[in-house]
């Protein structure tokens, strides 16, 4: 059975960092590409970020480009959302989904929520 839990979220002021972990099982973990993507309250989801299988390629929301940093380790089945210079329009809450090719995601976690208020 394929799991995706995400951890790490909580509330921060503005400006302040979190690093959010996606721990995966059920799969081979290696051989698929990751994302983080977030819902704000009210609206609809929006993706964050993308790394394929190697980790070598990495892909990011314009409105996240250069706080952001995606990452993986293949050997932990672990995904992780660095997150640096948060503001309040990053609340939202946090999944990791598997990528399934051509930006489609078959697998989901049940999210982890991060607060930016001061």
């Known amino acids: 059975e394929v799991q995706l839990v995400e951890s790490g979220g909580g509330m921060v002021q503005p400006g302040g960092s979190l690093r959010l972990s996606c721990a995966a099982s059920?799969?081979?973990?290696?051989?698929?590409?990751m994302n983080w993507v977030r819902q704000a309250p009210g609206k609809g989801p929006e993706w964050v970020s993308g790394?394929?299988?190697?980790?070598?390629?990495?892909l990011y929301a314009d409105s996240v480009k250069g706080r952001f940093t995606i990452s993986r380790d293949n050997a932990k089945n672990t995904l992780t959302l660095q997150m640096i210079g948060l503001e309040p329009e990053d609340t939202a809450l946090y999944y990791c989904?598997?990528?399934?090719?051509?930006?489609?995601?078959?697998?989901w976690g049940k999210g982890t929520l991060v607060t930016v208020s001061s």
């Open positions: 989904a598997r990528g399934q090719g051509g930006g489609a995601m078959d697998y």
């Open positions: 059920g799969f081979t973990f290696s051989s698929y590409g």
């Open positions: 790394i394929n299988p190697g980790g070598g390629t990495t």
